[in-house]
């Protein structure tokens, strides 16, 4: 690998100076690599971090293989890397006006990386450096250890994707370490998980709350809390567990419980294995905020390079090839779903929208189609609202907030359902829906959603982790090889809960579509016990 | 087509039953309904992204598709992978390294199959509820976004039916073009024979001597001998006026002034040079008839790709093969290639392949100088229900073959371990006279790589 030629880099810095002046927010140094296909070779299994520790399962090639992108999330071959500097790599054949547009779309993603608050435990430090430490100890310990290094990186990554991903943002947001007050508690949580209030009886305590304020600034809160806690007698005790699990071991994923409690690690000559699987756990940390903001930083970055490359002087002549590459690019395909396209396209739309002042309330009550389409107060806070939207939001949130009804008509999209034709023996893909739910629904469906596993240990010493039900079973043939590893690192047995659903019988009566309609398979839902013990997997009801 | 349905009333005046006649119609009908027959079973999708996460900068911004890292271009050897992976064992867990497959369709539909080992990180994650894996796609499957124009219901495209985990993966670009099966076949079969301890065959009723001398002008000798060799000879005199600096760096060389000494003359001579002979000849035999559309191909060519890859190693490339397709006729096929993505159609008639082998072997009296195994692979269906003339023509080949191995990828459309296949031979008691020469092995329709294995191990221990 190479630098580009100073002749770029003074391009880019052209390109810096403008995007700053279009109010896009980052630091003044960068790097660009020059890259050959071999490069993108070695970098692609390593993330295109090329100080990335080495493991076997880089050297065998990886086949799509059931929820590839699932365990391979971070796109590998991302032309930029969120170190400090950043890292971006480049062909060495590409001509100036393509490089600005490369340059655009880069800067793009720079800033995204650096202003987006999901990426805020990224900030503090540079990963390519991080990561060349973590090498290091890993091919120290390669050659005190042999082979059992390779072992515990790989049992330590069969629990990588459940790493407290929120949980450490969590405390970026709050580092005064400010505990939960018993009243937030009891609005909060206890009124809405406990005793699972209707919302006119939690109006009604807010109302009772409120007078008791009222009549008595000063001891109001207390004599309110008083008559709750009399009312409510568990409260109290409730509170208390649910601030100690706050700081204790609930909070804690998988890897940062092995590592505290294990007894297993706690043994003087395992303690180096704690290392490696911290080194796993953080580089995997910094991995997250990637795949959860493909959509808005794939968008944001093309959104950019759109805007800026179109109003740079420098490449005047060039606007037809421009426009090809930037076609394929950013066009919506007529089946799959492009990142780059709808995430650009929400942000034009959203701009539009609060240009116009469509994110007013009156805006919302309006009905008429017409006036809906004519709707304009010229409050031209676009460009702000977008960069609000830059900061703040990650995906899911991006995609549940703002695809509506006016988004899906004025692209046309639709879900595209599948169908064998049995005649023609082939798939048919027809438009399914053009209803903004469904699609909605759709590309949020299409999102990277790890399960939410929490950890315990039983009374006998046995590690209990609790897979959240969310309508998704785990995929079983991983659920053996993944609770191996975890076993191995606990050195004691291990139990997974986790739900599936089972088919039930439905009685045969005959539909009136006939016998070719076949009726859709019903199943109920029920809770599975896995437990590992001495490397054997067990499975039994657990209800 | 008229032939066929002469085959069926003559089968029919035999007496059938119930459900042999059904068999038979369902394929009579696919075989003549022209939509069912040009059916790749490995048909690639149109290129495009798994999923939204597929789409990149470097393939979307440079233009270019991202290369798939393959283990040629690895750190480590596969020798080192494998090492670590019988390392694995010995440590007590289990081996992590499976073996895939790449094919890479090209144009005209000369695909290219790579095999390549393969892993899989084990990992907890969500997977979809799937409980109508056989109706995949009639109801909910998989939906995707789309755009344009198009009314809700109307169909906008469609794309002909593949298996769901076809073969491998995706079109490996790049490297992926340069491997013929053959250099990969036998890294292959050297990783399924250290990988899964697949025993080795016995070199049964060996005829003749595994190598054998020929004469041929190879060697070379300085001063005498039988064919001169003039551009060596030519090397050797520029060395000597070298050496006597008769030629010096510059200038022009005045060749009429060169001096020559007789033992600058190399020549060519005879010599004695070892000539290996093949010692096996194997026919690998494939029902592509229509009823094994789909699933039971794709295992049973799998089956022989392993199989192949392995005699491939055993034999040092030295094994022969004959590729034989049959549905109610038989034809042989060049390659392994044609062999593996011919098209399925027509009905099923396994006599006439195996009198074809018969045919090949009488013909080019094979018989005396090989070592003859046959790997046949069908779904059990057979419009000859009850064997009469293929058993004995399997009695006629069990007199010539070291092995013959029949695999029954069952097609899920009749009841398991009830193919006529399956019946005739177990009826006609062969399995048990000739235990040691004929093996059957019955796969479900859902049977797994690893379970393919243990069906190479049951065809050839």
């Known amino acids: 690998m190479e630098l580009i030629s100073q002749h770029a880099k003074k391009i880019m810095e052209g390109c810096k100076e403008r995007a700053r002046d279009a109010g896009l927010t980052f630091q003044d140094e960068s790097l660009e690599y020059i890259v050959t296909n071999r490069d993108m070779l070695e970098l692609g299994p390593k993330n295109m971090i090329p100080t990335l520790y080495d493991y076997w399962v880089q050297d065998v090639e990886i086949l799509k293989e059931t929820g590839r992108y699932e365990l391979y999330p971070s796109n590998p071959y991302e032309t930029v890397i969120n170190t400090r500097p950043p890292i971006s790599f480049y062909n060495d054949n590409n001509p100036d006006w ?127 809390l008083e008559t709750v806690k009399s009312k409510y007698t568990e409260l109290e005790s409730y509170y208390k567990k649910h601030v100690a699990q706050d700081a204790g071991r609930s909070r804690m994923d998988i890897l940062q419980f092995l590592i505290e409690h294990s007894p297993f690690l706690k043994k003087e000559e395992n303690r180096w294995m704690a290392t490696v699987i911290e080194v796993i756990r953080t580089t995997s940390l910094y991995f997250q905020p990637q795949i959860r903001t493909k959509i808005l930083n794939e968008g944001w970055a093309s959104y950019w390079h759109e805007e800026l490359f179109l109003r740079d002087d420098r490449i005047k002549g060039h606007e037809v090839e421009f426009a090809i590459i930037n076609a394929k690019v950013t066009s919506m395909p007529r089946v799959g779903l492009n990142p780059y396209a709808l995430g650009m396209r929400l942000f034009y739309y959203l701009e539009e929208k609060a240009n116009k002042g469509k994110f007013d309330l009156e805006f919302s009550r309006l009905y008429d189609s017409y006036a809906r389409s004519k709707y304009d107060l010229q409050k031209n806070k676009g460009r702000d609202y977008i960069f609000y939207v830059r900061e703040n939001f990650a995906d899911s949130m991006f995609v549940n907030s703002f695809i509506d009804q006016d988004f899906v008509d004025k692209h046309k999209l639709f879900v595209v359902g599948k169908k064998l034709n049995k005649e023609r023996m082939t798939w048919q893909y027809y438009v399914k829906s053009r209803e903004a739910d469904e699609y909605r629904k759709m590309v949020a469906e299409q999102l990277y959603h790890p399960p939410s596993v929490t950890v315990d240990v039983t009374e006998a010493g046995t590690l209990v982790l609790d897979h959240k039900f969310e309508n998704k079973p785990l995929l079983r043939e991983f659920v053996d090889g993944s609770l191996m590893g975890v076993e191995f690192l606990w050195g004691g047995p291990v139990a997974l809960y986790s739900s599936e659903p089972i088919p039930i019988k439905v009685d045969e009566t005959p539909s009136l579509a006939g016998p070719e309609e076949k009726m859709r398979k019903q199943y109920v839902w029920k809770r599975f016990k896995y437990t590992m013990k001495g490397r054997k997997l067990s499975r039994e009801l657990a209800e | 087509m008229k032939k066929l349905r002469e085959l069926y009333v003559s089968c029919k005046a035999r007496g059938l039953t119930k459900e042999q006649d059904e068999m038979i119609r369902r394929e009579l009908v696919a075989a003549e309904k022209a939509g069912d027959v040009d059916l790749y079973h490995n048909l690639q999708p149109p290129i ?352 010539y073959a070291a092995r013959i191995g029949v695999t029954i990828a069952e097609n899920g459309y009749g009841i398991s371990g009830k193919t006529e296949v399956e019946t005739y031979l177990r009826k006609s008691g062969l399995l048990e006279e000739w235990r040691n020469n004929l093996r059957l092995d019955v796969l479900s329709k859902d049977a797994t790589e690893t379970r393919l294995i243990d069906g190479i191990k049951k065809l050839i221990a």
């Open chain 1, 98 to 224: 393509l490089n600005v547009m490369i340059f655009y779309h880069v800067i793009g993603h720079i800033d995204f990386f650096q202003n987006n608050i999901y990426f805020r435990h990224t900030w503090d430090y540079d990963f390519s450096s991080k990561a060349i430490s973590d090498k290091r100890l890993i091919a120290m310990l390669r050659s005190e250890k042999g082979h059992w290094v390779d072992y515990v990186i790989e049992f330590a990554k069969a629990v990588d994707n459940l790493v407290g991903y929120y949980e450490t943002l969590a405390g970026y947001a709050r580092p005064d370490g400010r505990r939960i007050t018993m009243l937030d508690y009891y609005f909060d949580v206890f009124l809405q998980k406990h005793q699972k209030k209707s919302i006119s009886g939690y109006v009604k305590e807010i109302e009772d709350y409120n007078k008791k304020i009222k009549e008595n600034p000063e001891k109001g809160e207390q004599l309110f």
């Open chain 2, 48 to 399: 495009r992204p798994l999923s939204m996460y597929g789409y990149n900068d470097y393939q979307m911004l440079h233009g270019g598709a991202a290369p798939e890292p393959t283990p040629i271009s690895s750190v480590h050897s596969l020798d080192y992978l494998l090492e670590k992976d019988s390392q694995r064992e010995k440590d007590g867990f289990p081996r992590k390294i499976r073996i895939g497959k790449l094919v890479k369709p090209g144009r005209d539909g000369d695909e290219k199959v790579v095999v390549v080992p393969t892993t899989v990180e084990e990992k907890l994650i969500h997977d979809k509820v799937r409980l109508d894996e056989e109706e995949e796609g009639e109801g909910e499957g998989g939906s995707d976004g789309g755009s344009g124009e198009g009314e809700e219901g109307e169909v906008i495209g469609e794309q002909p039916v593949r298996q769901e985990d076809g073969a491998g993966t995706g079109a490996g670009q790049g490297d992926a073009a340069s491997h013929e099966i053959e250099s990969n076949a036998y890294d292959l079969g050297r990783v399924l024979t250290e990988q899964f301890a697949l025993p080795n065959l016995r070199d049964k009723g060996k005829k003749r001597s595994l190598t054998r001398y020929t004469w041929d002008l190879t060697d070379k000798n300085r001063g005498f001998g039988q064919v001169l060799d003039k551009k060596a000879t030519l090397r050797r005199i520029i060395q000597t006026n070298i050496g006597l600096k008769r030629i010096s760096g510059q200038g022009r060389i005045d060749t009429t002034d060169l001096l020559m000494s007789p033992r600058d003359r190399v020549y060519r001579i005879l010599s004695r040079e070892k000539d290996y002979e093949s010692q096996a000849v194997v026919f690998f035999v494939r029902d592509y008839s229509g009823s094994m559309s789909g699933k039971p191909t794709e295992l049973v060519v799998n089956q022989h790709v392993l199989i192949y890859s392995w005699l491939i190693f055993q034999y040092e490339k030295q094994v022969e093969t004959r590729f034989v397709l049959h549905d109610t006729e038989a034809k042989e096929v060049d390659d392994f290639n044609t062999y593996y993505n011919s098209k399925v159609a027509g009905g099923t008639q396994v006599s006439a392949a195996y009198k074809l082998v018969n045919k090949i072997v009488e013909d080019e009296s094979l018989e005396k100088d090989y070592n003859i195994y046959i790997f046949h692979g069908t779904d059990g269906d057979d419009w000859d229900t009850r064997g009469d003339e293929a058993i004995p023509e399997l009695k006629k080949m069990l007199g």
